[in-house]
């Protein structure tokens, strides 16, 4: 397939996406939205793709949400688009998703790259939220996931000041999992992803959602989820594997069953 504003391929179980607007420094219009999002769902449903990475240029990530696509529009057509609610369906696919950040990852785009399920970071990137100097707030998930992420006090300076935060800072606070070399992006990530893809896919899925249950629910009710979903996964052939290979003293080779 091929598609206007982002580049896709294979490499081996893990697929990988690239932003690829850079006259506009991947700023994200509808065009970026349906691409993503038609790209990703693709790869999400294969079974021969254990974990999606989504990456942008050396100087941007993303540099937002398209300002001049989205500048004109009134509060009702905001409304009645529901704009950029279809976002929501990349959060949701269930395939484990890298964000790989080089430079701008700013608005949408830092929003994007927290709708993944970690963030690899170059020594490069910047991470902001800066909506309140366009006169607007965030509105892909930034004032809750980068709360989630950093807390409240980092949020909110983030967010009220609009400034940009390294990738040391967003290390520091819990933003990003690692920082690499500029030049080491990608090979880290590769090699992180491709790790998780040698997993059990089905198993890797539900780690994923109890991971992110836990931002959903009380303590009590997730470690009864995760209790649940843990005794679940011995009725899978990847449990009887995995165990069998230890036992053996040799690697696993999953069914992802
Ligand atoms: C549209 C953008 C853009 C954006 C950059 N460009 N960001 N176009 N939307 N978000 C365009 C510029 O207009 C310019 O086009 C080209 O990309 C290169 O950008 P420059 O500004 O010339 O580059 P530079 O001087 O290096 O500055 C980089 C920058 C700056 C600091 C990242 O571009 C910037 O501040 N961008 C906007 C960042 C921002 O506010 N993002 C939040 C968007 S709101 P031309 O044609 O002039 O060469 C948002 C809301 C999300 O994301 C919620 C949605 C529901």
Not at 75 to 85: H, K, L, P, T, V
Not at 143 to 172: F, H, N, P
Request: some cysteine.
């Amino acid at each position: 397939n091929s598609y206007e504003t982002i580049l896709v391929r294979r490499e081996g179980r893990v697929g990988v996406i690239t932003l690829n607007r850079p006259k506009a420094l991947n700023a994200l219009n509808m065009q970026a939205m349906n691409d993503v999002l038609a790209a990703a769902t693709e790869l999400d449903r294969d079974a021969e793709i254990g974990a999606i990475v989504l990456t942008g240029s050396e100087k941007a990530f993303a540099a937002g949400a398209d300002i001049k696509e989205m500048g004109s529009k009134t509060g009702s057509d905001m409304y009645r688009e529901d704009f950029f609610s279809e976002w929501d369906t990349f959060a949701r696919l269930r395939t484990p998703k890298i964000a790989a950040v080089a430079g701008y990852a700013l608005g949408g785009g830092c929003e994007l790259a927290m709708m993944c399920d970690l963030i690899i970071a170059a020594d490069t990137a910047k991470f902001g939220q800066p909506e309140i100097t366009l006169g607007v707030i965030p509105g892909m998930g930034g004032t809750q996931r980068m709360t989630r992420a950093v807390g409240k006090a980092k949020a909110m300076d983030l967010i009220l000041t609009g400034r940009q935060m390294d990738a040391e800072e967003a290390e520091r606070s819990g933003l990003v999992s690692r920082v690499v070399p500029a030049d080491s992006l990608m090979d880290t990530a590769l090699e992180v992803a491709g790790k998780i893809a040698s997993m059990s896919k089905p198993v890797a899925q539900h780690a994923v959602e109890a991971v992110n249950t836990a931002y959903e629910t009380t303590l009590a009710t997730g470690l009864q989820y995760e209790r649940r979903v843990f005794h679940g996964l011995f009725s899978t052939a990847d449990q009887k594997e995995g165990m069998a290979a230890f036992t053996e003293k040799r690697k696993p080779n999953f069914s992802h069953e």
